[in-house]
């Protein structure tokens, strides 16, 4: 059974506007969430992250926001970039729930941004 | 450069081949990740290494061997596997509490 989900394998955006990838969790002992970004023929590379105790993190054109009743995460790309064409991961752990702090993904969505 | 150094990037084996694929990190992290990347699917966690100890084995067929002889270094030792394991393998580490740095992955076929 999928613990995180991102139930749109692929979104296209034009350049400029903005880019909203989507991902829900069903564990409760999850509290700390992460966004990775995959090129091919590369290894995810950690984009941006959010801690259970806050509902908002912004990077630069980066941000994350969460939902904790909802259980969901969303991404939002503003504006959207040809560069930013990756696949998308979400990931989730329980960082208060021991020593291990292993990280569970999602299947990932390809964002296509379009010149 | 990424940090995580993992080699080769890519393998071509047989069935009855033995190889092993190697990872590599100078970040002074302290737990180590191997992870399996098929088409369509997640990133399955395969082995969790945590101050050089295994901490988790996810019913990992045992023709897949992991070793992790000291905090740098982690293995994947591979013997008489079969074409669905065809897939990238990735390695990460992490300081317990923070994310995961990875690395370019092992694109493994078998043939």
């Known amino acids: 059974d999928q613990q995180v989900k991102q139930n749109s394998p692929s979104l296209s955006v034009q350049e400029g506007r903005i880019s909203i990838l989507n991902c829900d969790y069903t564990?409760?002992?999850?509290?700390?969430f992460l966004w990775y970004k995959k090129y091919p023929a590369e290894g995810p590379t950690f984009l941006i992250s959010i801690s259970s105790i806050k509902d908002k993190n912004e990077d630069g054109r980066f941000t994350v926001f969460l939902n904790k009743s909802a259980k969901h995460l969303s991404l939002h790309i503003v504006p959207s970039q040809p560069g930013d064409s990756a696949v998308y991961f979400c990931a989730a752990s329980g960082r208060s729930g021991g020593s291990n702090y292993k990280l569970t993904f999602g299947k990932g969505t390809l964002l296509t941004v379009n010149p | 450069e990424t940090g995580v150094t993992q080699t080769p990037r890519h393998l071509v084996m047989g069935m009855t081949n033995k190889k092993s694929l190697k990872c590599e990190q100078h970040?002074?992290?302290?737990?180590m990740y191997w992870y399996k990347q098929s088409a369509k699917k997640p990133l399955e966690l395969m082995f969790v290494?945590?101050?050089?100890?295994?901490?988790e084995n996810n019913s990992v067929p045992s023709r897949f061997s992991p070793e992790c002889p000291n905090s740098s270094h982690l293995f994947l030792h591979l013997h008489t596997l079969q074409p669905e394991d065809s897939a990238l393998y990735l390695c990460a580490s992490s300081r317990t509490g923070y994310g995961y740095t990875f690395g370019s992955g092992t694109r493994l076929t078998v043939v």
């Open positions: 564990n409760s002992m999850f509290d700390y």
């Open positions: 970040l002074g992290h302290n737990a």
């Open positions: 290494y945590s101050l050089e100890e295994r901490v």
